[in-house]
Each structure stands twice: as C-alpha cells, then as structure tokens.
C-alpha cells in the first residue's frame, strides 16, 4: 500500500526535478554561450589602442571610493594603499569606520597621519550619528567618516551622501583593487554617459596569491582544496555568467566587493537597503526597478577584466556563514521585489531574467537537496535501475564540468592570468573535484539558509581574515 | 543634445579661441530646453569670462540661471561665476547664496567665493552654516573633480 504511493511520489517528484535541472541548465548554456560572444568582442576590442593618451583626457569622471570597514583592522591598510594606488587619476578614498570594536581606526590613523576636520559634515549623510571626520595630512585625496555601527549598508550610504563625485566605487575592506581596475569599469561610463548607471567587474580570489605592497604580483591557485573550489566558483560565476547576464541586459547583481555607480542614481533610490543581508543584489534591482518604472532608457553593465582581488572564506565554517547569508539575501530580495517576479510592466527582466535567475539560484539548489534524499529512497524501493542512475550522475557532472570549463576557456583566451599550465590543469581539478561532495555541501548550505530565513535569523556572521602579506596557516 | 553637449564639452577644453570668435551660439544654449546643454554652454562660457561682452551678454539672464529648475545647471552657472572671478561675478555667488536651497549648490557657491566671502554671505542669515561650508571648501576630498557627467 506504502509502496506504490511512495513510488508515485517518487516517479512524479522526479519528473518535476527533470524538468527544473533541463530548463536551468538550457538557461546556464545559452548565458555561457553568449558570454563567449561577449569576450570576443572585448578581446578584440582590447587589441585597439587609442591614439591619444587617456590618462590626460579631461572628460574623466570623478570617482569616490568608498571603503565600508567594521572590524577589518587586519587588511584596511593594505586595502586603503591599493585604492590610492590606482592608475586611474581623478579618485576620492573614503573610509567608513562602522562603528569598528578593533583598532581599524587607530590603524587608518597611524598609517595615514589622520586630522579631524572641526565642523561636521556640510549636509546630512542619511546614516548612524557620526563620531568624527578625518582628512589625511600627507595624503589630500584621503577621508575617514568614523561613524557608530550601522551595519556595511549604512557605512557605504554615508560615503555616498559626503561625496561630491559623479561615480563612486564600493569596495569590501578585505579586499585590493586591481592598478588599472577603474580604468576598466569605467569603460561603460566614459561609452555611454548617459545611460551607464552602474558597472561591476570580475572579482578575483586572492588567497594563493602573492603581494607586493598592495598589488598583486604572482597569481597562483591556492592549493587549499575549499579555497581552489571557490576560485572555480568565482571564476564561473564572473566569467561565464555575468558577462553573459550583461550582454542580454539581464544582470541582477553587482558583487559587494567591487561595483562602479552613478552617485545621483544610487542617491535618487535612497542608497543601499539597511534591511536586507545581500545589499549589492538589493541595490541594482531596485535601480532596475526605479529606470523601468521611470521609463529611462539605461544600462548596467560589466566588464569581464579583473578589477578586485577578494579573502575568500578559508574554513567549511566561514564558507558556511557567508553562503547562508547569500541564499538568505536572495530570498530577502525575492520576497521584497515579489511584484516584478512574472510582471510584464518590467519587460524582460520582469517575465524572463527574474524568474529565471530565482529559479537556478533560488529553488535549483532546494530541488538538488532533495535530489539527495530521494534518490536513495528510491534506490531502496528497487524504482530507479541503475545504470539509469549512473547515466544520470554522469550527466549531471558532464554538464557542471562543461559549464565550468567555459569559464576556464575565457580566462585561458581572454586574460591568461594563471601563466603556468599546472595551475590550468589544478583549476581543473578542481572543476572535477567540486562535483563530488562540495556541490552537494553548497546545496545542503543553501536549504540552511532558507531554515534562517523563515527563522529571521540574522545572518553576518564574522568571517576570520588575514593580512595581504601574511600567509595563512595551512 | 546627443550632439551639443559633446561638442560644448570639447569647446571647453579646446584652446581659447580669438576675441573675435563668435560666442552668441553659446550663450544661446544658456536657455536650450536641456539641462544638459544648459550647463555645459556654462562650461565653455566660464573660459571666456574675460571678454565684456560675453559677461555683458550672460548678465541679462543671470537672475533666470539662479532660478533655474535643475541644480546641476545652477552648479555649473556658480562654477562659471567662480571661474570668471571679478568683483562683479563675487557679488552675484554672494546674492545667489541669498536664496540658494539646494545644499550642495550652496557649498559650491562657498568654494568659490573662497572663505573670506562666505564667512560674509551668510545664507539666509545663517553664519554657522557659512563657517561650515568655508571649512569643507578646503577638504579637498570633498572637490569635485573636472567634467561632471550628465544628469
């Protein structure tokens, strides 16, 4: 009696998932695809040098760089110097100390030769009450907002409202900014002025890799198994997705660790959400929101060069704490952007690009958890023969590796930032290596981070960090 | 605009042209429709400040400039005044600071006038205010940094 209605539950609940994993995969191969087409044309673009010399172009916008920092003591320094190491010339670095518990600002202070400015802010700055403003002696292009804690939303909301430049740059305090990073995310703003509203870059992980000063000088792979799996995460996610997002002017989120606004835009929609755990993916929806419904012909969009060089979570733990907040964030967004989901009002972002991104990001990790537990239910129950099942598996890892392995095509053709073949053939590795264990670990994650979302549970967490020139312990 | 506000743009970072050059197009685009070309005409004009009859000439619309719905043209008609820097031009920042509301018009208005002047314009009879924004004039994180984009 049992039996067969579990077998009908199982046979049907199968179809289903079917179904979820064809679609989000077809939609995974046409935004690879087309990401392909959108680094042709950008490598063939890069091949054009132009004849005059950007560097002395007075048609530069002014960028704010704006540095959110709570508790970041251990990098700040090193990530203050790469911003003002930039080639990119006309910049303004502001440092948002969010109410920090550690020595961020006795750091910022020793290493920049701080002064207070004696009046308060010339307007108001929309965040927390702020302690004090510094201005560097020995460097004119420096600003501290020492603020009380209000979170990394809150801390970057001031920046925008000080600053007087057209663009500003949110950057994490645990990361190092590219020499030449601007000058690419730029690159949408200086084509198209007028209607470039925000551009992101790719994002790097800079945990193998070497230092000099704030730059990084020798990219290696880590061959810290969680920290290499993540660089083939970031380098899908980056190369094969978002560019490909971009060129179908479908891209929902710009990374927290490094975006290029317009300032009035931002301003004009309030600046970054204090209610929500993923404000970058926050933010960009709403600006999508705010241009469709003012009917303003925009764009934002994304240069595939790497721009930022990120800490990325180097125990299960971390890793654990920054995926759950992730997954927690997109169903904050979800839910708090529910009228556009399927809404033709919004066009395609509204009827294709929303629904499509929730359904691989949002429900296809839940559909793969339950994978998990039904197929050895299933097994047990004698349904699924197999050699069907190995067929699946197979599948299943040949379409992941395959994805993956677009990504690593681009960085071997586009950027060639990993010079010897052996980090190629480690990256690869790891591309196989990452469909047994850890995809199904990110998936389990995944359905923790819906338990803390109906759980409103709040979700930060602290994530350890190193300094740049430090190697971590092994 | 698509066209006029490049070109305008160029013109402001071209060498000055002659006496003779004919400004009236310029001047003329004070009062286009568009913002955009509103303040970028602002641009090329602050660079010819020096011949009368550009001041003569932007001097008749002044008073409309500083009603001007967009604050970014006001901006830009301040950083024009600013540039041109004379008695005549001081006066006008400090009789615009009269009724200025928009906050960051205002302090553009400080940076220009330099902090002797805007200790002295008192917006709407606010001293503090003045001694506020004559500090940040010097903050030169706070600058504006060369071509603003369009709004």
Known sequence: MIRPFVAWVVV???????????????YYLIVHAVSLLELRQNVQERRVNPSHQ????????????????FNEAQTIRNTVRSSLDQSYPNTRVIVVNDGSTDATLQVLQSAFDLSVVDESPPWDLNCEPIEGIFQSESIPNL??????????SDALNAGIWLTNQDLFCAIDADSLIDKDGLWHAVIPFLNDPTRTKASGGTVRVANGCSFTGSQVTDVRVSKRLLVGLQEVEYLRA???????????????????????FRTDAVRTIGGYSRSTVTEDLDLVVRLHRHMLQQDVDYQISFVPEPVVWTQVPETAKDLSTQRRRWYRGLLETATNHRDMIGNPTF??????????????EGIGPLVETY?????????????????FFITFLLLIIGIGSLLTFFSLISEVWGYQQYRRPSQIGLLIGYAILENFGYRQWKAITAFRGLVDFFQDRPSWGVIERHPFDEEPSE | P??????????THSKRASEQAPVAAVIANLEHESPLVRGAACGVLGKYGWRGVVRDQVDLIVD????DESAYVRIKVYEMLGRWGDAAARAKLAFAAESETNSRALFTIARNLGERDSQSFGPRGDHTLARRFSTWAEVSALDTIHQPLPP
């Open chain 1, 12 to 26: 049907w609940s199968a179809i289903i998932v079917l179904a979820i994993y064809a679609l989000v995969n077809a």
């Open chain 2, 64 to 67: 409309e400039l500083f009603d």
């Open chain 1, 347 to 360: 066009g395609m972002l509204g009827t294709v690009a929303i629904p499509l991104y929730l359904l691989s």
């Open chain 1, 54 to 69: 950007p560097f002395e172009s007075p048609f530069l916008p002014g960028i704010a760089i704006i540095i959110p920092a």
């Open chain 2, 2 to 11: 698509e066209l006029l506000v490049p070109l305008l743009r160029i013109l």
């Open chain 1, 238 to 260: 980056f190369y094969s997705g978002r560019l490909g997002l971009s060129r179908l002017g479908s891209l929902l989120v710009i990374s927290g660790t490094f975006g290029l």
């Open chain 1, 371 to 387: 994978g998990y537990i039904i197929v050895p239910i299933a097994f047990l129950l004698g349904i699924v023969d197999v050699s």
């Open chain 1, 143 to 152: 600003m501290v907002i020492d603020k009380q804690n209000g979170g990394k």
